[in-house]
Antibody, heavy 115, light 107 residues
Framework: EVQLVESGGGLVKPGGSLRLSCAASGFTVSNTWMTWVRQAPGKGLEWVGRIKRKSDGGTTDYAAPVKGRFTISRDDSKNTLYLQMNSLKTEDTAVYYC??????WGQGTLVTVSS | EIVLTQSPGTLSLSPGERATLSCRASQSVSSNSLAWYQQKPGQAPRLLIYAASSRATGIPDRFSGSGSGTDFTLTISRLEPEDFAVYYCQQYGSSPWTFGQGTKVEI
């Protein structure tokens, strides 16, 4: 059974950093394109970025609002995806979801950026 | 960036009725790389349709997707009580990938 479990969310001050984790089971993260999507409170879905599978080069791509501040990576030995978030802004407050591209989603983790 | 505009914003229907949701792109979506998701309150989105018209695993056949280029449609042939939710379209053919703003299907 495919399962994705995000963790690492919480309250952080503007300008701070946070690293989200997405532990996968039932499939191999390095063999799949993986995506991060966020949803601000009461708002719609916003694509954050994605990482290609290793056989496709493993490259990353990001939405403009997070480019240069967020980094997607993975640890193949742990079958885990990460989202490193730096220079956080109040507008980054959202539930962050990881997903197999065109597949299963995790339950999300809430990030709140506030002083 | 491809902007996706969904209409209507809210669709008020009854169980058993047919729902037709529209997603219009500001430019042609490459290779019909268009997906539809369903989201219920407090839950993660669920993939319904990919490649404009292919149903994801386990999705009932009352859900169907159609369209190409810039105009796409999600049709729910007969609404079940569990279908009342918010629906999003997403294009993944051009970077940055983008979502529509959502259509709420309510009773």
């Amino acid at each position: 059974e495919v399962q994705l479990v995000e963790s690492g969310g919480g309250l952080v001050k503007p300008g701070g950093s946070l690293r989200l984790s997405c532990a996968a089971s039932g499939f191999t993260v390095s063999n799949t394109w993986m995506t991060w999507v966020r949803q601000a409170p009461g708002k719609g879905l916003e694509w954050v970025g994605r990482i290609k599978r290793k056989s496709d080069g493993g490259t990353t791509d990001y939405a403009a609002p997070v480019k240069g501040r967020f980094t997607i990576s993975r640890d193949d030995s742990k079958n885990t995806l990460y989202l490193q978030m730096n220079s956080l802004k109040t507008e980054d407050t959202a539930v962050y979801y990881c997903s197999e591209t065109l597949g299963h989603w995790g339950q999300g983790t809430l990030v709140t950026v506030s002083s | 960036e491809i902007v996706l505009t969904q209409s209507p914003g809210t669709l008020s229907l009854s169980p058993g009725e047919r729902a037709t949701l529209s997603c219009r792109a500001s430019q042609s979506v490459s290779s019909n790389s268009l997906a539809w998701y369903q989201q219920k309150p407090g839950q993660a989105p669920r993939l319904l349709i990919y490649a404009a018209s292919s149903r994801a695993t386990g999705i009932p056949d009352r859900f169907s997707g159609s369209g190409s280029g810039t105009d796409f449609t999600l049709t729910i042939s007969r609404l079940e009580p569990e279908d009342f939710a918010v629906y999003y379209c997403q294009q993944y053919g051009s970077s940055p990938w983008t979502f529509g703003q959502g259509t709420k299907v309510e009773i």
